[in-house]
């Protein structure tokens, strides 16, 4: 008994850790859409409780199953050996008790199911708070947010005591159905072996049988509940495993190596998140070298288009070119190492400042080249100061720095990267005087050669561009330079004239 629970769960435990490979290794793939549509909150209780419902079936229910249903298949044709006329009986209550335990077993996976979205309910409102603590505290949010967990962990407690009742019924069917027919069956059998019939033996015999055949149904009908949930986890499970990943044309252009010029062709770009569009018709050659500001109200689509080069996104409509190879046609893995982007929420992993420069494919990157990187981001000076230098841990998402210094660890990955192109989206939160300078400054180094796309929102960043792209509700309106803009006296002029107050 030890040994075949140990070697189940062995076995499970196994199964687990591949499930949740999978998983994780499907998040990786998915396209972006799909994380604006899931909260991180409801994937991570997949990958946590689900999956570990899914184990709790394996190794509760299946020896019991497999068991079981051996032991009453025995009894069984032992009963029917002994006395074929009982096997009438036995057949009209068996089809009965399979419809219930099937009607009930569909109820118990539905219910199950709506408890797995409880639980990621319960997830979703942790990993909210948690995030937001600093919120919570200031706006007063924590009768909110209780409430909210409330809501959410009493749901799940209402279906763990609705799933109870349902199973508890069940089992509670089947056991009657079961005691009726027994019960029959010893009528008859008593009958028979009034009429001699039936030998005191065989009548013993099949009592004993009947007897031995009671604890296995009920073992089966009690783990259904199990059973159940064990389903419905393994469904949850594989419908994010079977979950399509991001297009990527692997067998497309093999420039693997080889680096591109930055050059970038959009024609006749039309894109939109869902019903309404975000970007229209976006027609604009970025040549190789240049830097290319853009500019416009919060919502004008800045974000958007600068999403659409590394393919987060798939354009609805146009084309995209990349040195005049259809991104489309590019391996995302060619098309990724050719950018470098420091986005608008800068994004640090709970590492060492090091650890976070060379990320990724650059992990093995020499140490020289991390501190040349650092130091033309201006990142240096408070690095040095930090406890251990480059090898600090920067604690959860880089709690432990300023917007400036993360801006600029952002900056030293990107130029440590040394890709074609940049992609620049700034924070619109405003730095101090001293760091926006600093953050200027490493700015203006990492352009140097390279394809360089900044959405601006302070006007310093902008006024060194080559050329300023002025968008709004998701066209272009206009492009050129700074002081050819403000001789428009158009939108750009507006906005400039705006800011300077
Ligand atoms: N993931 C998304 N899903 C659906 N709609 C989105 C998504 N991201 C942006 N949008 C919508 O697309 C439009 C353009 O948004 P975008 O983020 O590109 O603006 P932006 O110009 O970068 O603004 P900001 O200056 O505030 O950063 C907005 O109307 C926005 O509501
Ligand atoms: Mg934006």
Redesign the pocket.
Known sequence: MLASSVGMTWVASRVVMDLRANMFDKILTLPTSDF?QTSAGVLLSKVTYDVSRVMAAATETLLILVRDTLSIIGLLAWMFYLNWMLSLIVFTIMPITIVVVGVVSKRLRRMNTSMQDAMGDITRVLEEAIGGHKLIKVFGGQPYEQKRFQVASNQVRRFEVKTKVTSGLSVFIVQLLTACSLGVIIYIAAQQSAADNITVGGFVSLFTAMGLLFSPIKRLTQVNDKLQQGLAAAQSVFNLIDKASEVDNTNGHLIKTQQLSGKLTFKQVNFN??A?P?LRDISLTIMPGETIAFV??????????A?LIPHFYTINQGQLFLDDININELPLATLRANIALVS?EVVLFNDSVAANIAYGAMADAPREKIIEATESAYAMEFIQQMPNGLDTSIGERGVKLSGGQRQRLAIARALLKNAPILIF?EA?SALDTQSEYQVQQSLDKLKQGRTTII?A?RLSTIAKADRIVV?EK?RIVEIGQHAELIEKQGSYAKLYQLQEG
């Open positions: 604006d998140y869902d309404t975000a416009g109200a919060s919502g004008s689509g800045k974000s958007t288009l999403n608008q989206d619109t959405i929102h968008m998701g």
